[in-house]
């Protein structure tokens, strides 16, 4: 008995129409005129795969390439499978009596140039794959100048079976359970020693498991398209080995136990005089595989978007927005900001759902005032994928904990920490010790919030890399990664990074659930109703013993409020005189002769710019400063009022 | 002695690999698996004729106007696999809400008035519909003008809304046009709503003008063309080649669509020493896929790409290798020269065309389109420049 195939009760009667995947009907190959049937039929079925491309993820699909150079072919990347596939199509005939279409696809495995599987390849391939030119190859195999090298790497048959009156559609791969090239020269290098021994298999990988992952997405398509299960049959034939004979030719040389691997999934009926397997499966043998590597979960996934005040994360959050919505992935984002007026909220527009949450802190009622906002959102937005945006001063751990409460609602994603180049390269320290005062540099230890930030993060972007030296950047990025060995550290400048790799570090990082790092258990937190005027005395009050928040700190905002429009000297006097003060300050202000002006400044930088989008909310400057400078503040905003 | 690294053999051996290595190579003319058949299709050079020159003048690329309500609509119809005459989308509302809307239902409220009596029917549809007033539409005129001189207007695609059509088409003097016979055919791109439902506006004003359509329409499509009071000749396009006129040819791609709709014509036309332009309704089939069926199908003047309009989804698929996930960069192979983008190419990768140096024509931003980096409403582009 072969492990894993199991013999199953009769079938059932799964009911299938082509017509709603493909609504005319089919041509036999006679009267098409060289086109073929089953090549739209698999684009068809990548297309449907593809509406919506979380669902896509979900099914397992991890990115499809049509090939247009001449027959119809495909490249892609399927989950459970590290290797790209290449599918060809072949020929098509007509099954007897004319009662459906059989046919072809040849299937090609190309593994990455650095994996472990080209050492059992035959060598050519490994040479081919070790060129320069091996990633234009795979993704154009089937143009002239590549396709004598990528045969190298051809390594199975696919089999598409469909009835003329669509009824059902069969889908079965074929590939040699051990594909073995036996090489009698062997192969020497120039010392005379054998790189390959002469009779020994130049070449030994087994095929059809390789391929096995590539049918079972098939197969999910198959059932999300028609909304039916597959049925699954396997069968085998006699397969030998290849031999390269000491003349060149190839011969074939039986080898106990070689077989041809054939497994397909069928849905609707069989189809009529297509081939026919010996056995039933109840499922596909890496079923198990399928399931869990396929993010089987259909809960919108949340990730957090956190980093110190003025990094640039509404930069950068702006950026993914568009990258998202550019494959209709639809993102709703949950806003917070420390301060009384969402000024982010006002900046990002368009298609974006926004929900504001301007109770102050994130941190402080978090699960409580998420629900509603998360509920509205979901109910407003076909969405699979929402983004937090917490304030500069949130603890993500306390942010991860609550969100817990929320696992009813979406799973858990990503944390991205944005942090600040110029802001962390001002305040970069000498090595003790080191010898040339020039060359060591680092971080000295960040404090709570922030370290917790960094911490925290599946991804660390250090932003605004432009304008810093090469020589701190990499001072930084030392000490971050010291802080934080397993984040994944994107440099970047005003917010772009390649969102297309978050997606495989989610997936990598899909299967370690959120845990709280604390050792207490979480407790029920009084909501704060006034929280962005907290004084430390009240901060003590609350309970938030097991993770720093940023209100120990104590932090604080103040909100200046202008009825009408000040002229540039006024505004610059302002500004210049809070600055040194405040950690942050923004606003949006009417300028005298010059309009409506976005004000920001963190980290020693100050940016005025027109603001040229509409709103009904300006003429106000919030400055978040500390404890310690809160009396000087409070001073100050009595003079500013008297202006 | 410890087996010699197949990677380090290969490094070393570069400059040549001795008759070993070549022998395995001989597995591959002979190996059970391999195909026999070469994988190079030879380009097909079908001549489409040549002609002078292009027009296209933009009646509406505003298929809806506000982008919130549209994906409420669909997140509360269930989504974008969910047939579009269930939406309860104008004209075909039963008042009975988002996604338990169907044709039959929607079209006997209105059908006696179609299509005379346009404001009329549109008004009832509103009232048993959700969020009319959101709906726009896309269709634009397309004048050819051939080797002799001689113009040739058609029609591509009519839209969503009654009102907003109507409006459009008084504004660019289509239905002057129409009602003197100057328009030469209606050519409907895809069954989608903002494409298609818009019918009755062109049927008002020429009920018999000949009507090219996909050959998949679904039965809903098929009826509501007797139902708008059309009654002129229908050709239903089969997949691949049609010729219209010298230097101009349909094309029609079988691919699935979202709000179950199958199949979408897209145009090309061969200009005269410049080479081929492409016009499309959405180009759901990809952009990518789109240029390489016309190199591999027609043949053009100078072999050059040159142009292209309307709506461009440049591929339905992610690409496997997250470096190549930039839906921009598969068309800098083309050298294209001159860009008419709007609709649904999406205003990101509008802006990404501008920014990557493309030569986009920018438009005036007028009559509700939203940016000047698309060819908007009323915005006009000939080819070649």
């Known amino acids: 008995m072969r492990p894993g195939f199991e013999r199953a009760a009769k079938p059932k009667d799964n009911s299938m129409k082509l017509s709603t995947l493909f609504p005319r009907t089919l041509l036999l190959p006679e009267d098409n005129q060289g086109n073929s049937e089953s090549a739209a039929i698999l684009n068809a079925i990548f297309i449907r795969a593809y509406f919506e491309r979380s669902k896509a993820r979900r099914i397992g699909w991890r990115g499809i390439l049509p090939n247009n150079a001449g027959r119809p072919a495909w490249t892609c990347r399927v989950a459970s499978s590290p290797h790209t596939f290449g599918i060809m199509f072949d020929k098509e005939i007509s099954l007897p009596q004319k009662q459906g279409i059989q046919s072809l696809f040849k299937l090609f495995i190309f593994p990455e140039s650095s994996s472990k599987l080209l050492d059992f390849f035959p060598l050519i391939a490994l040479n081919n794959a070790m060129q320069k030119d091996y990633p234009l190859l795979v993704r154009n195999f089937t143009q002239e100048q590549y396709f004598d090298r990528a045969l190298s790497f051809l390594s199975g048959n696919l089999y598409m079976e469909t009835a003329l009156d669509g009824s059902g559609l069969s889908l079965r791969l074929e590939a040699p359970s051990v594909r073995r090239i036996i090489n009698q020269n062997g192969i020497f290098n120039s010392s005379g020693q054998a790189v390959v021994k002469p009779g020994a298999a130049e070449s030994e990988y087994r095929a059809f498991k390789i391929f096995l992952p590539l049918l079972a997405v098939l197969a999910n398509s198959l059932e999300e398209i028609f909304n039916t299960k597959c049925t699954f049959n396997a069968g085998h034939s006699r397969w030998d080995d290849e031999v390269v004979e000491t003349d060149g030719q190839v011969t074939r040389q039986p080898h106990a136990g070689g077989i041809l691997t054939k497994m397909q999934a069928t849905v609707g009926k069989p189809v009529p005089g297509g081939d026919s397997l010996s056995h039933r499966l109840n499922a596909l043998p890496l079923e198990k595989e399928r399931n869990k590597n396929t993010l089987n979960s259909t809960l919108p996934v949340l990730h957090v978007l956190t980093g110190f005040l003025g990094s640039g994360k509404t930069t950068l959050l702006q950026e993914w927005l568009n990258f998202l919505h550019d494959k209709n992935r639809f993102t709703g984002v949950m806003q917070n900001e420390f301060g009384q007026v969402g000024l982010d909220a006002v900046l990002l527009q368009g298609e974006t759902v926004v929900e504001e949450l301007d109770e102050g802190c994130v941190c402080c009622s978090l699960a409580d005032s998420l629900r509603p906002g998360l509920q509205r959102l979901l109910s407003a937005l076909p969405a699979q994928e929402f983004i937090l945006e917490t304030t500069g001063l949130a603890n993500p751990e306390y942010v991860k904990e609550s969100l817990e409460d929320l696992s009813d609602l979406i799973t858990p994603g990503l944390v991205l920490t944005m942090v600040d180049a110029i802001d962390l390269a001002a305040s970069l320290v000498s090595v003790p010790g080191a010898a040339s005062s020039a060359a060591e540099l680092k971080l000295p230890p960040f404090e709570g919030v922030r370290e917790a930030q960094i911490q925290a993060a599946d991804v660390l972007v250090l932003n605004k890399t432009d304008a810093v030296h090469p020589s701190s950047i990499n001072s930084i990025k030392k000490s971050l990664k010291k802080l934080n060995p397993t984040a994944k550290l994107m440099l970047t400048q005003w917010g772009r990074i390649p969102f297309a790799e978050l997606d495989q570090i989610y997936e990598q990082r899909a299967k370690t659930k959120w845990s709280c790092t604390s050792e207490v258990s979480p407790t029920k937190h009084v909501p704060v109703t006034s929280a962005f005027t907290l004084l430390p005395m009240e901060a003590a009050l609350v309970p938030h013993d097991h993770a720093q928040t940023h209100v120990k700190e104590g932090f604080n905002s103040q909100l200046m409020e202008f009825a009408e429009a000040i002229s540039e000297a006024q505004l610059l006097q302002i500004l210049h005189k809070y600055m040194p003060l405040m950690y942050r300050i923004k606003g949006l202000i009417e300028v005298q002769g010059q309009g409506l002006m976005l004000v920001q400044y963190a980290a020693g930088q100050l940016a005025i710019e027109p603001y040229l989008q509409k709103t009904n909310k300006y003429g106000y400057l919030i400055f978040i400063g500390n404890q310690a400078k809160e009396k000087h503040t409070q001073t100050k905003n009595a003079a500013a009022k008297q202006l | ?76 119809a269930g989504g974008l696999l969910v047939d579009q005459y269930t939406f309860n989308w104008a004209p075909f509302g039963n008042s009975k809400g988002i996604g338990k809307g169907n044709y039959a239902d929607g079209i006997a409220k209105i059908k006696h008035l179609l299509p005379n009596k346009l404001e009329e029917a549109w008004a009832i549809a509103k009232e048993a519909s959700v969020d009319a007033d959101n709906a726009g539409g896309y269709a634009c005129l397309v004048e050819v003008e051939a080797m002799d001189g001689k113009k040739t207007k058609y029609l591509f695609d009519t839209g969503w809304s009654y009102e907003w059509m109507d409006i459009c088409f008084k504004r660019e003097g289509i239905d002057n046009m129409l009602a003197n016979g100057e328009i030469e055919s209606l050519f409907i791109t895809h069954e989608h709503m903002d494409h298609y439902w818009g019918l009755p506006v062109t049927t008002k004003y020429r009920p018999d003008i000949p009507l090219y359509i996909p050959g998949t329409f679904y039965p809903e499509g098929k009826q509501y063309i007797k139902d708008s009071g059309h009654v002129g000749k229908i050709t239903e396009l089969k997949k691949g080649l049609t010729r219209v006129q010298p230097g101009m040819a349909a094309y029609s791609f079988e691919v699935p669509i979202i709000f179950r709709v199958f199949g979408e014509i897209s145009l090309y036309f061969n200009i005269k020493d410049v080479g081929l332009l492409s016009v499309t309704g959405c180009c759901h089939q990809g952009i990518v896929l789109f240029a390489d069926t016309a190199y591999r199908e027609l043949q053009y003047e100078k072999d050059q790409f040159y142009g292209l309009y309307g709506g461009l989804h440049i591929s339905p698929f992610d690409d496997w290798d997250p470096k190549y996930d930039d839906l921009v960069i598969g068309l800098k192979k083309w050298d294209i020269q001159r860009v008419g983008c709007n609709h649904c190419t999406g205003l990101i990768t509008a802006n990404k065309f501008v920014d990557a140096g493309y030569p986009v024509v920018k438009g005036t931003a007028r009559f509700r389109s939203k940016s000047q980096n698309y060819l908007g409403n009323g915005d006009i582009i000939t080819f070649p420049a």
Do not use: H
Not at chain 2, 21 to 44: C, D, E, H, N, W
Not at chain 2, 62 to 76: P, Q
């Open chain 2, 1 to 76: 002695m410890s087996p010699i690294n197949r990677r380090d053999f290969l490094k070393g051996a570069a400059l040549g690999l001795g008759a070993g290595v070549m022998g395995a190579m001989g597995a591959f003319s002979y190996t059970p698996i391999r195909t026999k058949f070469l994988p190079q299709v030879k380009r097909q050079m079908a001549d489409i004729g040549v002609c002078k020159s292009v027009k296209i003048t933009n009646i509406s690329e505003t298929s809806w106007f506000d982008n919130d309500i549209f994906m409420k609509n669909v997140s509360g």
